[in-house]
RNA sequence: GUGCCCGUAGCUCAGGCGGAUAGAGCAUCGGCCUUCUAAGCCGAGGGUCGCAGGUUCGAGUCCUGCCGGGCACGCCA
């Protein structure tokens, strides 16, 4: 509806072009809204006061120029001047009933659009470093990400979801000697459990599955050979020191071979647990980027080589650098340090690159708000690599802050007491999950209230919107009960029987999902769809409750049957994009 | 110190490519169940949009400065 009002717009201007203007306005000074005030008709534009200048009229004179350029339309029952200068349009009821009746015709892909133009994204989410369980803050970053997705896709972005696995460096060395220790705890040996291990009790399950998984407990070595002159741990000797030398330590009393053992099998473990933890959770991904397997394969020697052509490196103290502060960045960054190890950040460009090579021309980041410095490197390295700086995107997902009540729940990685995205969803369920982590703008912090998530009552907005969609499929009930049946055509052909003020209300809600949609697309924000699940379930709730449905008069009853299933398939189709359920009953 | 995010009703937050009288939920107060699910609806009160300037027909929205809060600034990963 609002294109077609675009497209009306653009034809009167280009019809005053030469004339009333010298020329046509570009595309993007065309804009029409929705009206706040009904009064001021369905939609409006500020075309005029934008344009009047320009072309040194009033901007009331104006607009009734443009007003009087309009080409007639189906739609638009009147078109007037308003206020400074603003044009309103008042809707047909055809046009309502039109747009009813497209609810209909299209279904579950009601509201998908072109917008898009299936140009490739990638979408990269969560990517938690696999030594540990899901938090409660990559929750948010999964429910973001994967809605996000959800969301490009609908309104026709060709949408590719990647985690990116981080499964080469120290950490997961660090992951591997902290199985291997308790491990070792299990089989009867007696050693420290080192300072700077991973302490969380899914090190144990760990320990547990080597047991079963090492033959004859081949990985078993004495204590006192594992012990032997290693350095002090913390708090008296350094903690880093001393996890590097056990590390060497494993490395050399299993072998090469066994130590790749106990780290795959910790791998692994730890990723089948984060891949069930978002299955269960709605959250699944195209792609599993291993960065062991991106390194193996050249990719970062490729990158290297790109930057190194076009003269983007330079030696300094025995390390290799890049030159960001030509990019923008604050400092210039090493890549490959003095001991010969390529750093983390080599690896990052070269993953970014990579992406770029497999034909993404947009590369959407979802990062924790404590990435945020990393966002001008990234984009420094692709800038020098040739690619275009801007294909970059990162939203960055502010913290998660978990109360029960008012009372706030500690929380720190360090304490192992953090709380996990399993216990939550195991606590307050999936759709309540879901729905409180994309309640909120990405950029603020959350408060998520445990208590409230789990209320079954009026203060709780998913039940609220799953209670619309589960109302609807009641009244089906009611009406088959009583021996009746929809009869949609005929529904759809008697609209204009709806009339009522709260029917006009939901109608012009209803109308509005495929422009959230777009605008939730293209503002990175998935709450809009959230906040106008609430709105349409708000003006369905009021009408359900002024007027009745199930009447007499078989036509008006088969429209208002019409309307209100319109509204069910509107928040089943805004749900399933969020990753709600929407229940029958409840 | 430098950079990024944020500051809107008692509380939690929408609104941010400038647009008409700044909104919602919760909380508070008052109403509505013999009639399709009351997990619902209706009504009332509640605001210096952090502060000060600037840009213009028009600023919660854009710019500058200041105040306050959060986060980040390694040859760690």
């Known amino acids: 509806m609002k294109q077609e009002l675009e497209q009306l717009l653009r034809a009167a201007l280009s019809r005053l072009a030469g004339s009333t203007l010298s020329q046509t306005p570009p595309v993007s000074a065309v804009v029409v809204e929705r009206t706040r005030e009904a009064q ?13 200048k ?8 104006l607009a009734a120029a443009i007003v009087a350029a309009l080409p007639s339309n ?36 009601y509201g998908e659009s072109a917008l898009g133009a299936r140009e490739r994204v990638l979408v990269e989410f969560v990517s938690a470093n696999p030594t540990g369980p899901l938090h409660v803050g990559h929750g948010r970053q999964a429910a973001y990400g994967a809605t996000l997705a959800n969301i490009l896709a609908a309104v026709g972005y060709d949408v590719s979801r990647e985690y990116y696995v981080n499964d080469a460096g120290r950490q997961m060395d660090i992951l591997a000697v902290s199985a291997w220790v308790r491990y070792l705890e299990l089989c009867g040996e007696e050693l420290p459990f080192p300072e700077n291990g991973y302490r969380g009790d899914y090190v144990r399950a760990l320990a547990q599955d080597l047991k079963s998984a090492a033959a004859e407990a081949s990985l078993r070595r004495p204590a006192a050979a594992v012990l032997a002159q290693l350095p002090a741990d913390a708090p008296a000797g350094d903690k880093e020191a001393y996890i590097d030398a056990l590390i060497a330590r494993a490395r050399e009393l299993l072998g090469p071979a066994g130590f790749r053992e106990v780290l795959e099998l910790s791998l692994e473990a730890m990723l089948t647990d984060i891949r069930e933890d978002l299955g269960e959770f709605g959250v699944t991904f195209d792609n599993w980027c291993s960065e062991h397997t991106l390194a193996a394969s050249g990719a970062i020697n490729h990158a290297l080589a790109v930057l190194e052509s076009q003269h983007r490196l330079y030696r300094k103290g025995g390390a290799l650098w890049f030159r960001a502060t030509e990019f923008g960045d604050e400092k210039d960054r090493v890549v490959v340090r003095e001991n010969g190890q390529k750093t983390y950040f080599a690896s990052d460009i070269a993953y970014h690159l990579n992406k770029r090579e497999r034909g993404f021309s947009r590369l959407i980041d979802v990062l924790g708000a404590d990435h945020h410095g990393y966002v001008a490197r990234v984009r420094a390295g692709l800038a020098a690599m040739g690619q275009p700086p801007d294909c970059l995107e990162v939203p960055l997902i502010q913290f998660v802050s978990l109360y029960r009540g008012s009372e706030k729940i500690p929380m720190g990685k360090r304490e192992a007491q953090f ?3 399993r216990e ?137 049957l019409a309307l209100v299933l319109a509204v069910q398939q509107v928040v089943r189709n805004g749900l399933t994009l969020l990753g709600v359920s929407a229940p029958e009953t409840m």
């Not at 320009?54 to 004179?61: D, G, M, T, V």
């Open 40 to 52: 001021h008709g369905d939609f409006s534009s500020n075309v005029a006061l934008r344009l009047a």
């Open 54 to 61: 320009a072309a040194r009229k009033s901007p009331r004179e």
């Open 424 to 560: 939550l969803r195991t606590e307050v369920g999936n759709d309540a999950c879901r729905f409180f982590y994309l309640m909120r703008s990405h950029d603020q912090p959350l408060d998520f209230d445990l208590e409230l998530a789990k209320s079954r009552s009026n203060e709780n907005p998913v039940y609220y919107i799953q209670y619309a969609h589960a109302r609807v499929a009641s009244v089906m009930k009611q009406l088959a009960a009583r021996g009746l049946a929809v009869d949609r055509a005929a529904g759809l052909a008697a609209a204009a029987r709806l009339t009522e003020s709260h029917e006009q209300a939901v109608l012009q809600t209803l109308t509005r999902y495929p422009e959230v949609l777009e605008q939730a697309a293209e503002n990175r924000a998935p709450h809009a769809l959230a906040h106008y699940l609430r709105e349409l379930a708000h003006a369905f709730h009021t009408y359900y409750n002024a007027q009745v449905f199930i009447v007499e008069d078989a036509a008006l009853r088969n429209a208002r």
């Open 74 to 109: 189906a739609l638009v029952a009147r078109a007037e001047v308003a206020g400074a200068g603003f044009i309103n349009f008042y809707l047909t009821p055809a046009a309502y009933a039109g747009e009813l009746e497209s609810i209909h015709a299209h279904g579950a892909r």
């Open 419 to 421: 709380v996990t995205l």
